[in-house]
């Protein structure tokens, strides 16, 4: 596509109405022949993510780790673990990105880090070092159990005993990664340090992981029941989703620590931040609180539209819940990503044309007033892939197998030429077996779902009303979705019908409208009405 189409990247709002493709580099690109996706790798492939339209690369993170969690447990906030390259390697990519026009936002890891961080040997060494209260410590109870109920969302309890201090630590996830204890300045002062090693380094933005982790009730009170309908971040197999975490998470000392990171950020020239937040039915909340006004977050995304609903109530009460929820904030919306089922094996049904769904569900993504993120390979229309207990890798899915396969079937390498051993991610062994090799790029013709993405990412930057107007929802039944984007002179009108079988809209009285822009799509314009077939999309100018 071509580059002069899309918005001025250097605008200091960049980031509003913006398309981010994520890199999982585990999985991307090997350079090497080891087996595993490396900087050097994504690197090669940034033209072809250039080639997308899109405006930002999201890089999973690549610093130095145990590799426990893939990555998401680190031992040093500064540097790349050697399995993906050098500090040298990240420098060529962000320049490389930075001359194609993309911008480059790394995932920083804050609420936790690896039991193998200097800073956590430190602190279990003694109960009277200097960073003894960098963690989260705890005494027993008389009868030798944790001081609360609070559970990790691996498995088990949120504590784990440690024999030298003789006292529990806390660790929202697998007990290889500690929390730190955001409740000392001086945690909250080591880790801005590290975010400034990066800007300092020219990275554009950063995504921050779980970040309504960060505090904890200092009280450490014990969580009390989830309402019904549990926690919408567990899965249905771990009791985590039994408990309502008001203590263990999203706590209000948060927003403090937020306005300390955006003020960092605003020392440097049009940087952005995006938050995941994961809390059930509180996220959209979160995200109003965590984006509301000029000194927190830029934006943020919750698992509201990760999940296997698939109906134009489900659609708009997500995205009305937002707008209710916020005066000025933003949100990211996203289909995919490295940490759930791809959209396409959650809503595919029997008789579906893959392929169409996913043009399908790349137009709604597309329409929705927001920041978009697409996740490496759904522009190929990637199933989920089904691997084998004995090639998992992933400690949620290992401990929870078979009720919960985990995330390592959203994770398997990229492909890119359907005849090259690996489908041409690497001529090593795949750190993970290689899947869908038929849908690799190369075989992505003039008619695929490739081509659909590149299409309809142009659209969108063509109009100005669909990165940063405004959204009204007007009335439609049987399962369709209707609503406006309006910004300056610019009106559009959006009509999705989610069924499988053909539908007709009706227009409010006085309404008129022209023919479907939409790329790929075949519903025509009536009188007051519009003609959908099943999974439809139709857009005009009003």
């Given at each position: 596509?071509?580059?002069t189409l899309q918005p001025d990247r250097n605008d200091a709002d960049w980031w509003r109405g913006c398309a981010i493709y994520q890199v999982y580099p585990r999985s991307f690109q090997d350079s090497n022949g080891d087996g595993i996706g490396d900087?050097?790798?994504?690197?090669?492939?940034?033209?072809?993510?250039?080639?997308?339209?899109?405006?930002?690369?999201?890089?999973?993170?690549?610093?130095?780790?145990?590799?426990?969690?893939?990555?998401?447990?680190?031992?040093?906030?500064?540097?790349?673990?050697?399995?993906?390259?050098?500090?040298?390697?990240?420098?060529?990519?962000?320049?490389?990105?930075?001359?194609?026009?993309?911008?480059?936002?790394?995932?920083?890891?804050?609420?936790?880090?690896?039991?193998?961080?200097?800073?956590?040997?430190?602190?279990?060494?003694?109960?009277?070092?200097?960073?003894?209260?960098?963690?989260?410590?705890?005494?027993?109870?008389?009868?030798?159990?944790?001081?609360?109920?609070?559970?990790?969302?691996?498995?088990?309890?949120?504590?784990?005993?440690?024999?030298?201090?003789?006292?529990?630590?806390?660790?929202?996830?697998?007990?290889?990664?500690?929390?730190?204890?955001?409740?000392?300045?001086?945690?909250?002062?080591?880790?801005?340090?590290?975010?400034?090693?990066?800007?300092?380094?020219?990275?554009?933005?950063?995504?921050?992981?779980?970040?309504?982790?960060?505090?904890?009730?200092?009280?450490?009170?014990?969580?009390?029941?989830?309402?019904?309908?549990?926690?919408?971040?567990?899965?249905?197999?771990?009791?985590?989703?039994?408990?309502?975490?008001?203590?263990?998470?999203?706590?209000?000392?948060?927003i403090g620590f937020l306005r300390r990171f955006r003020a960092l950020l605003d020392e440097y020239d049009n940087r952005a931040s995006v938050g995941e937040v994961g809390d059930g039915a509180r996220s959209l909340q979160i995200v109003g609180a965590?984006?509301?006004?000029?000194?927190?977050?830029?934006?943020?995304?919750?698992?509201?539209?990760?999940?296997?609903?698939?109906?134009?109530?489900?659609?708009?009460?997500?995205?009305?819940?937002?707008?209710?929820?916020?005066?000025?904030?933003?949100?990211?919306?996203?289909?995919?990503?490295?940490?759930?089922?791809?959209?396409?094996?959650?809503?595919?049904?029997?008789?579906?044309?893959?392929?169409?769904?996913?043009?399908?569900?790349?137009?709604?993504?597309?329409?929705?007033?927001?920041?978009?993120?697409?996740?490496?390979?759904?522009?190929?229309?990637?199933?989920?892939?089904?691997?084998?207990?004995?090639?998992?890798?992933?400690?949620?899915?290992?401990?929870?197998?078979?009720?919960?396969?985990?995330?390592?079937?959203?994770?398997?390498?990229?492909?890119?030429?359907?005849?090259?051993?690996?489908?041409?991610?690497?001529?090593?062994?795949?750190?993970?077996?290689?899947?869908?090799?038929?849908?690799?790029?190369?075989?992505?013709?003039?008619?695929?779902?490739?081509?659909?993405?590149?299409?309809?990412?142009?659209?969108?930057?063509?109009?100005?009303?669909?990165?940063?107007?405004?959204?009204?929802?007007?009335?439609?039944?049987?399962?369709?979705?209707?609503?406006?984007?309006?910004?300056?002179?610019?009106?559009?009108?959006?009509?999705?019908?989610?069924?499988?079988?053909?539908?007709?809209?009706?227009?409010?009285?006085?309404?008129?409208?022209?023919?479907?822009?939409?790329?790929?799509?075949?519903?025509?314009?009536?009188?007051?009405?519009?003609?959908?077939?099943?999974?439809?999309?139709?857009?005009?100018?009003?």
């Amino acid at each position: 596509m071509n580059q002069t189409l899309q918005p001025d990247r250097n605008d200091a709002d960049w980031w509003r109405g913006c398309a981010i493709y994520q890199v999982y580099p585990r999985s991307f690109q090997d350079s090497n022949g080891d087996g595993i996706g490396d900087l050097r790798g994504v690197t090669a492939r940034l033209p072809y993510i250039a080639s997308l339209g899109v405006d930002a690369v999201w890089l999973s993170p690549f610093f130095t780790s145990p590799m426990d969690d893939m990555g998401y447990d680190v031992a040093d906030y500064c540097d790349v673990d050697p399995m993906f390259g050098t500090l040298a390697d990240f420098d060529a990519l962000l320049e490389t990105a930075h001359d194609l026009g993309l911008k480059v936002m790394i995932d920083q890891v804050l609420s936790h880090c690896s039991d193998q961080h200097p800073w956590f040997k430190e602190s279990r060494a003694s109960r009277d070092n200097p960073k003894a209260d960098w963690f989260v410590w705890a005494d027993p109870n008389p009868d030798g159990t944790p001081p609360n109920n609070w559970l990790s969302v691996f498995g088990g309890p949120a504590w784990e005993w440690d024999g030298t201090r003789r006292q529990f630590y806390m660790h929202n996830f697998l007990a290889s990664q500690p929390d730190l204890n955001f409740h000392n300045p001086a945690v909250q002062d080591a880790l801005l340090e590290t975010v400034r090693f990066w800007l300092d380094r020219g990275v554009d933005g950063f995504r921050l992981d779980t970040v309504n982790f960060y505090f904890h009730d200092a009280e450490l009170r014990s969580n009390p029941p989830a309402h019904p309908g549990g926690n919408a971040d567990a899965p249905e197999t771990n009791p985590y989703g039994m408990q309502d975490h008001i203590y263990s998470k999203s706590r209000p000392e948060n927003i403090g620590f937020l306005r300390r990171f955006r003020a960092l950020l605003d020392e440097y020239d049009n940087r952005a931040s995006v938050g995941e937040v994961g809390d059930g039915a509180r996220s959209l909340q979160i995200v109003g609180a965590y984006t509301q006004g000029d000194d927190k977050l830029h934006m943020c995304y919750t698992f509201d539209l990760l999940g296997p609903d698939f109906s134009a109530a489900h659609f708009q009460g997500a995205v009305e819940r937002f707008e209710n929820a916020v005066a000025d904030g933003w949100v990211c919306w996203a289909f995919s990503n490295h940490d759930v089922i791809r959209h396409l094996t959650r809503w595919q049904r029997p008789g579906d044309d893959p392929a169409h769904l996913a043009k399908f569900a790349i137009t709604l993504l597309s329409a929705l007033r927001g920041t978009i993120c697409i996740y490496q390979g759904e522009e190929l229309g990637l199933p989920e892939s089904d691997v084998a207990f004995k090639d998992l890798t992933d400690p949620y899915g290992i401990r929870f197998w078979p009720a919960y396969k985990g995330r390592d079937g959203c994770r398997t390498p990229m492909v890119w030429e359907a005849d090259a051993p690996n489908a041409g991610f690497t001529t090593g062994r795949p750190w993970l077996p290689v899947f869908h090799a038929e849908r690799a790029v190369d075989t992505q013709g003039p008619d695929s779902v490739l081509a659909a993405y590149r299409d309809l990412l142009a659209f969108r930057n063509a109009h100005p009303a669909m990165r940063t107007g405004d959204i009204a929802f007007l009335p439609a039944k049987n399962n369709l979705l209707a609503f406006t984007r309006k910004t300056g002179a610019e009106t559009l009108l959006f009509v999705f019908n989610l069924n499988r079988e053909p539908a007709q809209w009706h227009a409010p009285d006085g309404m008129a409208f022209g023919a479907n822009l939409t790329p790929g799509f075949s519903a025509t314009a009536g009188d007051s009405t519009v003609n959908l077939s099943g999974l439809d999309a139709f857009c005009a100018r009003l």
